[in-house]
Nanobody, 123 residues
Framework: VQLQASGGGLVQAGGSLRLSCAASGTFSRYAMGWFRQAPGKERAFVAAIRRSDTIVSYADAVKGRFTISRDNAKNTVYLQMNSLKPEDTAVYYC??????????????????WGQGTQVTVSS
């Protein structure tokens, strides 16, 4: 599967952005995740959604502010980001895999990755 992330940009603190990740292939077979990597830091889990869109998980840092969703008809997963903070600044990556265990927080469980989209939150 090929993944194409988009929707990043520059936003002021408190603002919102919606990231999209368009996928090729049989999208409905894949669990999807969003990860982010800030300069000088390791890639970190943000959110995940199972093949059934009723099962989602979030990092504590984004709970209550970010929402992950998927539209299997459009082969797309979304990350709605509200109340953005400067510490949310990072490159955001979407990821996919057929077999993801637990709550999908482990990056090496994902085989397919998008190219990343930059999110910058100014204070």
């Amino acid at each position: 599967v090929q993944l194409q992330a988009s929707g990043g940009g520059l936003v002021q603190a408190g603002g919102s952005l919606r990231l999209s990740c368009a996928a090729s292939g049989t999208f409905s077979r894949y669990a999807m995740g969003w990860f982010r990597q800030a300069p000088g830091k390791e890639r970190a889990f943000v959110a995940a959604i199972r093949r059934s869109d009723t099962i989602v998980s979030y990092a504590d840092a984004v709970k209550g502010r970010f929402t992950i969703s998927r539209d299997n008809a459009k082969n797309t997963v979304y990350l709605q980001m509200n109340s953005l903070k400067p510490e949310d600044t990072a490159v955001y990556y979407c990821a996919a895999d057929v077999n993801v265990g637990g709550d999908g927080k482990i990056s090496h469980e994902y085989e397919y990755w998008g190219q990343g989209t930059q999110v910058t939150v100014s204070s």
